[in-house]
């Protein structure tokens, strides 16, 4: 027997209702038109279906069965329709950024959180990358716009611009021994009990590149992954720890000290694909939130006490 969805999801309508006029009226068909209909559909399937009464009808075993799976085959068919409207329609763009550790933390986060909410048919592919990879990345062609360190992409090639200041400092617990300190150098930092990223992380990497063979021997008392965590970790009094300053703007219970040593005071530059010719509008778009991002962090200061 072959039903028609129609027929379908007026008996759907019926059952709910309690009532083949308002299941009529649920469908929009008229009265004897509804009922013709289920008299079809009894007709076709060789048995009652509803049972009438004067305040309505109400469905027999069979007709609670055809019900059931009535409603099985109209919910697959709307998902087989939205399947196939799926393609009919224009795909969304998508564009990837990359960024350092430092930068996954608000600044990137915030920029994606305005550009995402104003560009709703715009996905975003966000990769964590350190700046020589990211670098790569750019000049061949597999993202379009990275988040990077002046210090190690100045002469690649690409368009940059400034985009923010991520200096590092020092942080250890409030009232902690570095209480009363405004700077020290890494070697100072160094002579304390630690606590540090995971070694595979960018600013990891990054620190131990600019120590050299030279660096003094670190005692980590644990090493996390996650910025926050390490921030906790610290305010909690289990070690020292080197951190974008970002990352503490406002917090509490810290004491936050500035390092002397030359390569503790960086810039976070804005880097764009090797097709920044034929750059689109979308790209565009989101270097301008990632610009208005980086001016709503708060201003860098000089290193400061305990807050």
């Not at 951190?243 to 917090?251: E, F, T, Y």
């Amino acid at each position: 027997m072959r039903y028609d969805l129609d027929d379908l999801r007026l008996f759907v309508a019926i059952v709910a209702e309690g009532s083949i006029t308002a299941g009529a009226r649920r469908s929009h068909l008229s009265l004897p038109s509804a009922s013709a209909r289920v008299r079809a559909l009894e007709h076709h399937a060789g048995v009652a279906l509803l049972i009438r009464g004067r305040r309505g009808v109400r469905p027999t075993p069979a007709g609670l069965a055809l019900a059931r799976h009535a409603r099985d085959v109209l919910a697959r068919t709307a998902r087989l329709d939205s399947a196939v409207a799926s393609y009919t329609r224009s795909p969304a763009a998508s564009l990837t950024l990359l960024g350092g550790g430092s930068s996954m933390h608000r600044l990137v986060p915030r920029a994606l959180v305005s550009f995402l909410g104003a560009h709703p048919n715009v996905d975003v592919t966000v990769a964590e990358s350190r700046t020589r990879e990211t670098v790569r990345r750019l000049a061949d062609g597999e993202a379009d716009l990275g988040v990077v360190l002046d210090d190690e992409a100045h002469d690649c090639g690409l368009r940059l611009e400034p985009l923010a200041e991520d200096s590092l400092v020092v942080i250890g617990q409030a009232g902690g021994v570095l209480a009363g300190r405004t700077a020290l150098s890494y070697g100072e930092v160094a002579e304390h009990p630690l606590v540090g990223l995971d070694a595979g992380s960018s600013l990891r990497r990054w620190i131990e590149r600019n120590l050299g063979p030279h660096a003094p021997l670190v005692r980590y008392r644990t090493t996390v992954a996650d910025l926050d965590v390490l921030v906790t970790l610290v305010a909690a009094g289990v070690g020292l720890a080197v951190v974008p300053r970002r990352v503490v703007d406002g917090a509490e219970r810290l004491d936050v000290c500035g390092l002397r040593d030359p390569w503790a005071r960086r810039h976070h530059l804005l880097a764009w694909g090797a097709t920044i010719g034929t750059a689109s509008p979308v790209t565009e778009a989101l270097a301008e939130h990632l610009r208005a991002a980086a001016a709503a962090e708060p201003a860098a200061h000089g290193a400061h006490g305990g807050r």
